[in-house]
């Protein structure tokens, strides 16, 4: 079966401070992964989707960036974090454009 | 207008009530409908997947679509303590690419024992 892992679990940082946030998925091959931030009562938001190693679309211009370095990881990444970072961020797989997405459980970002 | 739009909520009803959560979206287009579950701190969890009009039925869970009217719905029978949690609609297709959802806002459900 398919499983995916999200590291850390929670996570405080200055501002200013880099980011990475890891992601990998077991259990399957070419997967189509995302990164979407949740803040509270506003839903997901996604900010990147990948449908191949190297291969990174951004639907929301900002503090971040994404990459995929291999075919089942997925990274997020900041140089500078601001404020505004802060969040809970979620990676995700599916399969094919029409199926479901999978979630991980999920990072806690506070920037302080 | 959004995409999709969740009733708010929150909810809160007796063990054993049955729940019904609701959404509506607007592009007409949209191809495949799915409900989440997500309890605090912790990723959401795919609960129903359908992509018919109709009633898709899962134990205590049934996911109803109307594509005529553009409204989804998630029916919990017995609702249980162990439901309480934030629901998520999601929508797809549509003329969107690469299996990107839209989301609604959520519903904080409480059963209360």
């Known amino acids: 079966s398919q499983t995916i892992h999200q590291w850390p679990a929670t996570l405080v940082q200055p501002v200013g401070s880099p980011l990475s946030l890891e992601c990998t998925v077991e259990?399957?091959?070419?997967?189509?992964l995302y990164w979407y931030r949740q803040a509270a009562g506003r839903g997901l938001q996604l900010l990147f989707y990948?449908?191949?190693?190297?291969?990174i679309s951004s639907e929301v211009p900002q503090n971040l960036s994404a990459s995929r370095p291999q075919d089942r990881q997925f990274i997020l990444s900041s140089k500078k974090l601001l404020l505004s970072d802060s969040g809970f961020y979620l990676c995700?797989?599916?399969?094919?454009?029409?199926?479901?997405?999978?979630f991980g459980n999920g990072t806690r970002l506070t920037v302080t | 207008q959004k995409e999709v739009e969740q009733d708010p909520g929150p909810l809160s009803v007796p063990e054993g009530a049955i729940v019904s959560l609701n959404c509506t979206y607007s592009?007409?287009?949209?191809?495949?409908f799915m409900w989440y579950r997500q309890y605090s701190r912790k990723g959401p969890e795919l609960l129903m997947y359908?992509?018919?009009?109709g009633n898709k039925e899962d134990g205590r869970f049934t996911a109803q679509v109307d594509k005529s009217s553009k409204y989804i719905s998630l029916f919990i029978r017995d609702s249980q303590p162990s439901d309480s949690a934030t629901y998520l609609c999601?929508?797809?297709?549509?003329?969107?690419?690469?299996?990107?959802?839209?989301f609604g806002q959520g519903t904080i459900l409480t059963v209360h024992p």
């Open positions: 990948s449908v191949g190693i190297g291969q």
């Open positions: 359908t992509y018919s009009s």
């Open positions: 995700a797989w599916g399969q094919s454009y029409n199926s479901p997405l999978h």
């Open positions: 999601a929508i797809g297709g549509g003329g969107t690419s690469y299996g990107k959802l839209t």
């Open positions: 259990g399957t091959s070419n997967p189509n």
């Open positions: 592009n007409s287009a949209f191809q495949y």
